[in-house]
């Protein structure tokens, strides 16, 4: 079986993460359906998962580069956030609102600190 190489870092950055997002979600909504943890538990846990799921998507993303992580991290979060709004506008007719813009303050920080600490991991030594 031949394995799906994708050229374009962002868009396997973004795939990463909803991957990593979607399986980890499922797994929050098996433990609603069973009622194994109060609403409130699921709920910042479901908040939790995707900006966790953008961090570490924004840390394996930054291979090869070794300046600028924040730079790549507003690039990651801008991506996801449109597809988020997309998707809220037009799926669900919601308007914009304070509780939004919070989440996508979290979604920035997440993916500019995860491409910055994975810059900072990659770098190499120096032996001087």
Do not use: H
């Not at 433990?31 to 998507?57: C, H, N, Q, R, W």
């Amino acid at each position: 079986m031949k394995k799906l190489k994708i050229k374009n870092k962002y868009l396997r950055g973004v795939l990463k993460g909803m991957v990593i997002a979607v399986i980890s979600l499922f797994i929050i909504n098996i433990f609603e359906f069973f009622d194994l943890l109060p609403d409130a538990v699921i709920a910042g846990l479901k908040v939790l998962i995707i900006i966790l799921a953008l961090f570490i998507s924004a840390y394996g993303l930054i291979e090869g580069n070794t300046k600028k992580g924040w730079l790549v991290g507003i690039k990651l979060a801008l991506i996801y956030i449109v597809i988020v709004l997309c998707c809220n506008f037009l799926l669900f007719n919601q308007g914009f609102s304070l509780k939004l813009l919070l989440y996508f303050c979290l979604i920035m920080l997440a993916c500019i600190l995860g491409a910055m600490i994975g810059v900072f991991r990659k770098q190499e030594p120096s032996l001087d």
